[in-house]
């Protein structure tokens, strides 16, 4: 599992398609326009180069726990998200400059790849997320990322 999120980043499709199907279906949870179900490897990883660009790789993720049940193919991962958009100020607060967020990943495995994905996001999660994919700039205008 930590091989499959660690291929993500890498951008290297070859590496990518090790751990995931490319029909894989995603869902992501909010209200927001990167929110709902994500059809194929293709806008999945669309999605994933969205938030890398709107960070400019100023995003960690870390797995807290983990819990995997080989004989039904399925892994669950508790995660902590911290990521802060390109422009925004170190120690930024602001939930449109700083997306800090507790969720769990639901993942369905079939012959060693990640056929579907669910995730969800603890606490007032949601809303946070929902902020910061529709960002206010500076200027008070809602921006597209």
Same mark, same amino acid.
């Given at each position: 599992?930590?091989?499959?999120?660690?291929?993500?980043?890498?951008?290297? !499709?070859?590496?990518?398609? !090790?751990?995931?199907?490319?029909?894989?279906?995603?869902?992501?949870?909010?209200?927001?326009?990167?929110?709902?179900?994500?059809?194929?490897?293709?806008?999945?990883?669309?999605?994933?180069?969205?938030?890398?660009?709107?960070?400019?790789? !100023?995003?960690?993720?870390?797995?807290?726990?983990?819990?995997?049940?080989?004989?039904?193919?399925?892994?669950?991962?508790?995660?902590?998200?911290?990521?802060? !958009?390109?422009?925004?100020?170190?120690?930024?607060?602001?939930?449109?400059?700083?997306?800090?967020?507790?969720?769990?990943?639901?993942?369905?495995?079939?012959?060693?790849?990640?056929?579907?994905?669910?995730?969800?996001?603890?606490?007032?999660?949601?809303?946070?997320?929902?902020?910061?994919?529709?960002?206010?700039?500076?200027?008070?205008?809602?921006?597209?990322?």
């Amino acid at each position: 599992m930590a091989a499959a999120y660690a291929s993500l980043v890498t951008g290297d !499709r070859e590496q990518i398609a !090790r751990y995931w199907s490319p029909d894989v279906r995603f869902q992501m949870p909010g209200n927001h326009q990167y929110a709902g179900w994500f059809e194929g490897l293709d806008e999945y990883l669309e999605k994933m180069g969205k938030l890398m660009a709107a960070t400019k790789g !100023r995003i960690s993720s870390e797995t807290l726990d983990v819990l995997v049940d080989a004989e039904a193919g399925v892994s669950i991962d508790v995660y902590r998200l911290d990521g802060h !958009r390109a422009h925004a100020e170190e120690g930024a607060t602001s939930p449109y400059d700083r997306l800090r967020v507790e969720g769990v990943h639901v993942l369905r495995w079939e012959d060693g790849l990640i056929v579907e994905g669910r995730s969800a996001l603890f606490a007032d999660g949601v809303t946070q997320a929902n902020l910061w994919w529709s960002p206010v700039g500076p200027d008070g205008a809602r921006h597209e990322y």
